[in-house]
């Protein structure tokens, strides 16, 4: 498969992204010839971890408030406890959210990444799964809520793409680029 040059989105916070849910999906990207971007609530660089221990940093690409989501094919959501917490209150993330579903994109949540999906109102009627401490969450917010490896849900206004944990990478990488090849 090829995505010939396009562009995806990875939105993260500042900090606890867990660091594998970034770095596979992105390579992943990169490999299919598409171009991954970092976007964050701040510019400078942010921290992944490995189960709540610090690992690599990252540099930011642009700025939510900044990035255009027109540009963009997708929209990959990486999960970490802290990341998906810290992002579902900073205003211009769930902002950036809202106008990319608005576009009808492909939108991939990873683990405790689709919380913020709840704060920008994109999970009513929705069929995803997450981590299983996000399932009441989700399920108070409109979605079903599955524990499976991975789900796609295309009876919507975009597809989405989740995914609960590190193990499921594989299968959610190939999905994501066979979405974003036809997108």
Same mark, same amino acid.
Request: with cysteine; glycine share 8%; hydrophobic share 40%.
């Given at each position: =498969? ?6 995806? @989105? *990875?939105?993260? +916070? ?8 970034? &770095? ?14 970092? /976007? +964050?609530? $701040? ?12 690992? #690599?940093?990252?540099? /930011?690409?642009? &700025? ?5 989501? +027109? +540009? *963009? @094919? ?10 998906? #917490? ?6 211009? !993330?769930?902002?950036?959210?809202? %106008? ?17 999906? /709840?704060?920008?109102? @994109?999970?009513?009627?929705? %069929? =995803? ?5 996000? !399932? ?6 409109? @979605? ?8 796609? #849900? ?26 974003? $090849?036809?997108?």
């Amino acid at each position: =498969m090829t995505i010939n040059g396009k562009r995806v @989105a *990875f939105l993260v +916070s500042r900090e606890g992204i867990e660091q594998a849910e970034l &770095t596979e999906p992105w390579k992943a990207v990169e490999e299919a010839g598409g171009t991954p971007r970092l /976007v +964050s609530v $701040e510019p400078g660089t942010v921290q992944g971890v490995h189960h709540l221990k610090p690992a #690599d940093t990252f540099p /930011v690409d642009e &700025t939510a408030a900044g990035a255009d989501p +027109s +540009s *963009f @094919a997708a929209l990959v959501l990486p999960g970490g406890v802290a990341n998906g #917490d810290l992002l579902r209150w900073q205003e211009p !993330a769930r902002e950036f959210v809202r %106008r990319f579903v608005a576009k009808g994109r492909p939108v991939a949540p990873i683990c405790h990444g689709g919380w913020i999906l /709840v704060d920008a109102d @994109a999970v009513r009627g929705r %069929r =995803m799964t997450s981590w299983p401490s996000l !399932a009441t969450d989700l399920r108070n917010a409109g @979605a079903e809520w599955v524990d499976e490896q991975l789900v796609v #849900d295309e009876n919507g206004p975009f597809t989405l793409i989740s995914s609960r944990k590190p193990d499921d990478l594989p299968a959610f990488c190939k999905e994501l680029v066979s979405q974003v $090849e036809r997108a």
